[in-house]
T-cell receptor, first 114, second 113 residues
Framework: DAGVIQSPRHEVTEMGQEVTLRCKPI?????LFWYRQTMMRGLELLIY????????DSGMPEDRFSAKMPNASFSTLKIQPSEPRDSAVYFC????????????FGPGTRLTVL | SQQGEEDPQALSIQEGENATMNCSYK?????LQWYRQNSGRGLVHLIL?????REKHSGRLRVTLDTSKKSSSLLITASRAADTASYFC?????????????FGEGTQLTVNP
């Protein structure tokens, strides 16, 4: 398996623009997580899905952020409109739940909002 | 908020020495995990210890868990330059049966050749 795939790897955009980040989890994993990492706040969980259903979105910072998982092999995280403070590395991770289990992280998307 | 707090924030040692990192947490957990992150990369899972376990080994890694003190430690023996990375503890809450992880702020380990 290729692991968790994220695209794009780098994104530079201007304030006010819409940004869409994409994630393909590992086949067979039924949990998908979106994290944001910054120097100031560390690694924060934004939202996670189980079997394509959002379970906990309490970490989503504002209504400007939305996430979808239309099927088991694809998820998006959208920011509209983007702001400079959204600049961060966004990670997607997936796991197979058998009790508690390890999460497999993608390489991340480095987002810069000018 | 970050439940896990790692200590120290930064650690610099010589190759061959042992490295010990500590993690404290506040709420009841289902499991505790340690991850490594190399600069500019995603996190990689190292080891998981469940709340009913006290110690676990994996290669050069040794993890202990003391639920009465709400703390864990990660020991890397005979360190190598390639071990240079940030190390994070992550706690899985009992409320979510361990599936939702809360990460600490990490320890930056530098192993000098």
């Amino acid at each position: 398996d290729a692991g968790v795939i994220q695209s794009p790897r780098h994104e530079v955009t201007e304030m006010g623009q819409e940004v869409t980040l994409r994630c393909k989890p590992i086949s067979g994993h039924d949990y998908l997580f979106w994290y944001r990492q910054t120097m100031m706040r560390g690694l924060e969980l934004l939202i996670y899905f189980n079997n394509n259903v959002p379970i906990d979105d309490s970490g989503m910072p504002e209504d400007r952020f939305s996430a979808k998982m239309p099927n088991a092999s694809f998820s998006t995280l959208k920011i509209q409109p983007s702001e400079p403070r959204d600049s961060a590395v966004y990670f997607c991770a997936s796991s197979f739940w058998a009790g508690a289990n390890e999460q497999f992280f993608g390489p991340g998307t480095r987002l810069t909002v000018l | 908020s970050q439940q896990g707090e790692e200590d120290p924030q930064a650690l610099s040692i010589q190759e061959g020495e042992n490295a010990t990192m500590n993690c404290s947490y506040k709420t009841s957990i289902n499991n505790l995990q340690w991850y490594r992150q190399n600069s500019g990369r995603g996190l990689v899972h190292l080891i998981l210890i469940r709340s009913n376990e006290r110690e676990k080994h994996s290669g050069r890694l040794r993890v202990t868990l003391d639920t009465s003190k709400k703390s864990s430690s990660l020991l890397i023996t005979a360190s190598r330059a390639a071990d240079t990375a940030s190390y994070f503890c992550a706690t899985g809450s009992q409320e979510t049966s361990g599936s939702r992880l809360t990460f600490g702020e990490g320890t930056q380990l530098t192993v000098n050749p």
